[in-house]
């Protein structure tokens, strides 16, 4: 598999859709793409970082012979949050006038569309949709994937409702911004947003836009993946970094600045912002790091990282969070290496055995859930329950200062989750 050839469309009425894999790529590779292709992990070779490879992650594909009867599970759905608190969502679409868009110059402000997971002051009303018919087909669009209609994606349950009130005391909630994969959308990491909202954080996921394969704009626009045509060499992702970091920066101007656009807004405590992503985007959390010293903590959930840390260093708390097979240390992925000896603060480093590419997303429960994909090597629901402890665990220690022994020692509840020695190159 290699980067697709992709369309884009910036106005009213259909888009060209992205051709997302080559004919007579198997069905599991296809809609795996919907979270791997062109992403920021490969498992086809080692990595260097002065060149990094970001194709779609063949060990997804190669596990499909061991288990050839994936069973359908009816209705797609996110479990249900953890903690204690109703959650509500709602979006938003913000223009930055400041800057042309970085992928369609001649759109002279970037736009961008963000959904905000709260906590809610009470259960009801109307849940909030996982994406539109039109987004689920565009991402499934002109791929032979027998019994599985386009909109299936869009059909998917969730567990927060659409704009209801959000509960709180001023300046009480930490913020946490989440950036997907590239071509993902925000809605592939809504099982982690709803899981932090119910426990009293705020969430904002950023849609990148022409990085996503499909986003919709309120006035009926859908925009697809205009960058996808780039040439993948190490300065188009060092653009992929810069830009998804003023789209961080611009978000949180937006949320915190003197007139925030969410009427929510107040109860968020600006002192207490931390950056999640998965993939490129978790490589952004660097980016966005060095570029914003709001954001007081990053996490990188198996991204191939492409903006160097400059020798000075940084001193704020990061977390690397893998696949065992792609990441461990002096592994087939160098960047973590490289990054880890400039990380001056507090640090950690965890691989979870046998998470794929797409584990630490909702994409492998929703794969499974449609009977297309098992990973025999870690079930998808124990795979958002490793995500969603883990990525809680370190928000926790650093936004609200509660020691987390799961960052510290062996779990005998997720063994699963090796702690990295860098030294020794080895994970236990």
Known sequence: MRDPASGHGTGAGTPTPPRRIRRGATVVAALLAFAAATSCASASGPLVSSSPSREPSLVSTASVAADPSPTRT??????????SQPVGTTSLHLKDTSRADPWVPAAKARELMISLWYPAKSRGGKRAPYMTAKESELILQGEDIPGVPYDALSTTRTNAFSDTRPAGRRHSLPLVVLSPGFTEPRASLTALAEELASRGYVVAGIDHTYESLATTFPDGRVTTCVACEARKDQDF????????????????????????????????????????????GGASAIAAMLNDTRVRAGLNMDGTTFSPIPD?????????????????????????????????????????????????????????????????????????????????????????????????????????VKRCDVKRQSCA
Not at 251 to 257: A, R
Not at 338 to 351: H, I, P, S, Y
Not at 373 to 385: C, F, I, M, T
Request: proline share 8%.
């Open 74 to 83: 009816g209705t797609p759905h996110l479990p249900e949050p953890t903690g």
């Open 237 to 280: 992702w060092n653009k992929v970094g810069r830009s998804r970091a003023a789209d961080v920066t611009f978000v949180l101007d937006e949320l915190t600045g003197a007139h925030p656009v969410w009427k929510g807004a107040s109860l968020i405590a600006p002192s207490r912002i931390a950056m999640a992503g998965h993939s490129a």
């Open 312 to 416: 000075s260093g940084l001193s704020r708390p990061f977390l690397f969070l893998g696949t065992q097979a792609m990441h461990s240390p002096a592994g087939k992925d160098t960047t973590w290496d490289r990054d880890w000896a400039r990380l001056t603060g507090w640090k950690r480093w965890l691989v979870v055995t046998g998470a794929e590419h797409a584990s630490f997303t909702d994409t492998a429960l929703l794969v499974e859930q449609l009977g297309i994909h098992r990973n025999p090597g870690l079930p998808a629901e124990r795979a958002v329950e490793i995500t969603r402890s883990t990525v809680r665990a370190f928000l926790d220690l650093h936004l609200r200062h509660k020691p987390q022994p799961l960052l510290d020692k062996p779990s005998t509840r997720y063994p699963e």
